[in-house]
T-cell receptor, first 115, second 114 residues
Framework: AQKVTQAQTEISVVEKEDVTLDCVYE???????LFWYKQPPSGELVFLIR??????QNEISGRYSWNFQKSTSSFNFTITASQVVDSAVYFCALSEAGTGNQFYFGTGTSLTVIP | DVKVTQSSRYLVKRTGEKVFLECVQD?????MFWYRQDPGLGLRLIYFSYDVKMKEKGDIPEGYSVSREKKERFSLILESASTNQTSMYLC?????????????FGPGTRLTVT
């Protein structure tokens, strides 16, 4: 069974629009960690954020914000006022305390921001 | 800054060749990982290692082997390359003693097997 689901395969938005990338996860561990990575066209995955299961506070970093809701097992990522440089593939990942440092990645969401 | 480097960005090999993909990290990390990335499938773990000479199978180890003789270097080996191993290969590292620590990725090697 897929532990991390990113149902949106591709999204296109016009520059300056807001966009939310969905991530739903599945785990039985009480201690786990969630991550978002960005993969620009150059190919290298860039770490964006880590959240542990005990910290449900939402986080904002510039135009980026993350909404973690344990009740719905979701960790969604919103980009406000999107820019062309935000065009990339975005991956959500889960790491469970019980399985050490292994990551489970979603299949990614390809975001295209149209100028 | 953590740096993970991979020996080649692009590689073209013939079916049946033995292929070595090298990964080096400079942050003294215990954990190292090899993934392959295919469209629509995301990243899938091939092998990982949490110490020198230690290795663990990931989700798709068939057709691959690995070697970790030094802490900073983790090699992925395709004993006899096949066309279905054409893919993007990504190496990553992370510190062992920090649970939930992010993995740092190299730039990837796009391998084409003809």
């Amino acid at each position: 069974a897929q532990k991390v689901t990113q149902a949106q395969t591709e999204i296109s938005v016009v520059e300056k629009e807001d966009v939310t990338l969905d991530c739903v996860y599945e785990t039985r561990d009480t201690t786990y960690y969630l991550f978002w990575y960005k993969q620009p066209p150059s190919g290298e995955l860039v770490f964006l954020i880590r959240r542990n299961s005990f910290d449900e506070q939402n986080e904002i970093s510039g135009r980026y914000s993350w909404n973690f809701q344990k009740s719905t097992s979701s960790f969604n990522f919103t980009i406000t006022a999107s820019q062309v440089v935000d065009s990339a593939v975005y991956f959500c990942a889960l790491s469970e305390a019980g399985t050490g440092n292994q990551f489970y990645f979603g299949t990614g969401t390809s975001l295209t921001v149209i100028p | 800054d953590v740096k993970v480097t991979q020996s080649s960005r692009y590689l073209v090999k013939r079916t049946g060749e033995k292929v070595f993909l090298e990964c080096v990290q400079d942050m003294d990390h215990e954990n190292m990982f090899w993934y392959r990335q295919d469209p629509g499938l995301g990243l899938r773990l091939i092998y990982f290692s949490y110490d020198v000479k230690m290795k663990e199978k990931g989700d798709i180890p068939e057709g691959y082997s690995v070697s970790r003789e030094k802490k900073e270097r983790f090699s992925l080996i395709l004993e006899s390359a096949s066309t279905n191993q054409t893919s993007m290969y990504l190496c990553a590292s992370s510190p062992f003693f920090f649970r939930g620590y992010e993995q740092y990725f190299g730039p990837g090697t796009r391998l084409t097997v003809t």
